[in-house]
């Protein structure tokens, strides 16, 4: 998810897709702990859209403010 995606999302889609890749870093993570996941470049970018996406609701919530 890029952040032109990113700013298009309502607020509630945003909480949604913070869980959603949340939840799937965890996943990612225990994985990669138990055996290497065949693409550890994807907790990285995961660890990017979880911040580009704190990042976008940071930037509405101080918009607002």
């Known amino acids: 998810m890029n952040n032109k995606e990113i700013k298009e999302l309502s607020e509630k889609e945003l909480n949604i897709a913070f869980k959603d890749e949340k ?3 965890t996943k990612m993570t225990l ?7 065949e693409n550890p470049k994807l907790i990285n ?4 859209t ?3 996406i704190l990042t976008e609701k940071r930037a509405r919530q101080l918009a607002t403010a």
């Open 23 to 25: 939840l799937n870093l």
């Open 31 to 37: 994985q990669n702990a138990v055996s290497p996941i």
């Open 45 to 48: 970018e995961s660890k990017k």
């Open 50 to 52: 979880i911040a580009r």
